[in-house]
């Protein structure tokens, strides 16, 4: 029997998707939860083969959540699941050392198929997210200029930007302007534009 944590934050797909995994006869939702900060004591207390993590998840999110997972309980592996098909957030969710991803609206099927395969170390990834990260290409930003145009869009100035990064104010501009030259953007709020619908900034 194949122990599964889910974390879910919409209350019906939460229920949906525990409906579909009980009719799976090597399947057992052993905890659910709705808020990523919920996440790691989950795991810790009912000791899951695989978490089942949404990507969006208030408090913490889900890949985050899934990067607590592997560092206090590596024996539980996770798959992310998302609604949309952006890039950075695949990648980021690669880096957190995640075992599958895939797309809410995959059948069913898929999902029980994908939880075995993970549980049974395989990694599975969405063929659409898939094509998507390979057709848009690898992150352009540094870590440091997405760090700074992230703070930018929560709408912070340069100031306090250099501040709570420690960096000098000129040193954060050099970072905004190359990040708008690297996305092709208009200007900064541009930037933050492209760099979130691509998943490279939260």
């Known amino acids: 029997m194949i122990r599964v944590l889910l974390a879910e934050d919409m209350g019906m797909v939460r229920g949906a998707l525990v409906a579909l995994m009980e009719m799976e006869q090597d399947l057992s939702v052993v905890a659910q939860v709705a808020d990523g900060r919920e996440v790691l004591s989950a795991g810790l207390a009912h000791r899951p ?8 998840l208030p408090g913490v999110d889900g890949i985050e959540a899934a990067a607590q997972l592997h560092e206090h309980l590596p024996e ?51 063929t659409r997210l898939a094509f998507t990260v390979w057709q848009r290409g690898d992150h352009p930003l540094t870590e440091r200029e997405s760090d700074v145009l992230s703070l930018a869009s929560e709408g912070a100035e340069a100031s306090e930007i250099a501040a709570q990064l420690h960096l000098a104010v000129g040193t954060v501009r050099n970072y905004l302007s190359s990040a708008v030259t690297k996305l ?19």
Not at 49 to 56: K, P, Q, S, Y
Not at 184 to 202: E, F, H, P, Q
Request: glycine share 10%; net charge positive; hydrophobic share 45%.
């Open 49 to 56: 083969d695989v978490a089942v993590i949404d990507v969006g």
């Open 184 to 202: 092709g953007a208009r200007n900064r709020l541009d930037a933050v534009r492209i760099a979130r619908d691509a998943g490279w900034i939260g």
């Open 76 to 126: 539980c592996r996770t798959l992310m699941l998302t609604g949309t098909d952006q890039p950075g957030t695949v990648r980021r969710a690669m880096d957190a050392r995640v075992f599958g991803y895939l797309l809410k609206d995959a059948p069913p099927s898929e999902l029980a198929a994908a939880i075995r395969k993970v549980a049974d170390g395989q990694r599975v990834i969405d």
